[in-house]
């Protein structure tokens, strides 16, 4: 499986922005997909998931109701809306996978890992 990320930018406070995965390698709709992010000198943190069943999805505190993550089974792509960006969600976004078929919010549960893109939110 191999994951590419891209979307990621500056942009200001308050603006949003759109980011993209796309998935190949695989069998996409046997995967739970994920968005992790990674400020500097933190630990990597849980975004949102989306199973690929049933395409039900959960969120990290931080960005509930602000994240919105989709998937598109037809085209392997899986999607992060970002509304309403603050400073505190600059960091390097991370797409990753699995083959499973629930949700998964951890980190180590992910065996496939895309590079990061970078996002940075501007006050």
């Known amino acids: 499986v191999q994951l590419q990320a891209s979307g990621g930018g500056l942009v200001q406070d308050g603006a949003s922005l759109r980011l993209s995965c796309a998935f190949s390698?695989?069998?996409?709709?046997?995967?739970?997909m994920a968005w992790f992010h990674q400020a500097p000198g933190k630990e990597r943190e849980f975004v949102g998931a989306?199973?690929?069943?049933?395409?039900?999805?959960n969120y990290g505190d931080s960005v509930e109701g602000r994240f919105t993550i989709s998937r598109d089974n037809a085209r392997t792509m899986v999607y992060l809306q970002m509304n309403s960006l603050q400073p505190e969600d600059t960091a390097v976004y991370y797409c990753?996978?699995?083959?499973?078929?629930?949700?998964?919010?951890?980190?180590?549960?992910?065996?496939?890992w895309g590079p990061g893109t970078l996002v940075t939110v501007s006050s």
């Open positions: 390698g695989g069998t996409f709709s046997g995967h739970v």
């Open positions: 990753a996978a699995r083959y499973y078929s629930g949700i998964l919010l951890q980190p180590r549960d992910y065996n496939y």
């Open positions: 989306i199973r690929g069943g049933d395409g039900s999805t």
